[in-house]
T-cell receptor, first 110, second 113 residues
């Protein structure tokens, strides 16, 4: 089983819609989780860290469910500029390399 | 905001040649990384570097690859005897301290002909 698995999408949503997607992980020693976004042929950029209690940053909400081993990202009031690939990323507690999911593609249409 | 910078942005090289990809991490950062992304695939870890030595490397990072931090600011990835399958985006990243987010450079696109 892959360490991190994501629904590849694409999620094609109209402006203003809410879109949500999950990422499942298999390694119980996982410690830290992040959502990065990647635009076509660009570098990954940190969107937000994911905390056990759930956290919000503007229109973005991240949740972590350790019991079921998944994290989620919800985007409210989608903007055209939210169109990107969203990467589920995790890091083990005993080292600092990042492991990446294959990404979920979101396309917001006018 | 400080950035990780990478040069060149695009490198085209004949198969079998050596390439050196350069990175200037953010100045007060202590941990350095190289990742690669083959077109259409996910980002993969290559190597991490801390305290002037490799701290971890993936199975991709074989004897063909090496890293250096020659002068306290640059962090280089050398690929000897390049192969077609080395064609990818190579991203450098740095981190200020443990348990902090990593910051990525905008990558070098390596094309092996």
């Amino acid at each position: 089983r892959k360490e991190v698995e994501q629904d590849p999408g694409p999620f094609n949503v109209p402006e203003g819609a809410t879109v949500a997607f999950n990422c499942t992980y298999s390694n119980s020693a996982s410690q830290s989780f992040f959502w990065y976004r990647q635009d076509c042929r660009k570098e990954p950029k940190l969107l937000m860290s994911v905390y056990s209690s759930g956290n919000e940053d503007g229109r973005f909400t991240a949740q972590l469910n350790r019991a079921s081993q998944y994290i989620s990202l919800l985007i409210r009031d989608s903007k055209l500029s939210d169109s990107a690939t969203y990467l589920c990323v995790w890091r083990r507690s005993n080292d600092y390399k990042l492991s990446f999911g294959a990404g979920t593609t979101v396309t917001v249409r006018a | 905001e400080p950035e990780v910078t990478q040069t060149p942005s695009h490198q085209v090289t004949q198969m079998g040649q050596e390439v050196i990809l350069r990175c200037v991490p953010i100045s007060n950062h202590l941990y350095f990384y190289w990742y690669r992304q083959i077109l259409g695939q996910k980002v993969e870890f290559l190597v991490s570097f801390y305290n002037n030595e490799i701290s971890e490397k993936s199975e991709i990072f074989d004897d063909q690859f090496s890293v250096e931090r020659p002068d306290g600011s640059n962090f280089t990835l050398k690929i000897r005897s390049t192969k077609l399958e080395d064609s990818a985006m190579y991203f450098c990243a740095s981190m200020p301290a443990s348990n902090q987010p990593q910051h990525f450079g905008d990558g070098t696109r390596l094309s092996i002909l």
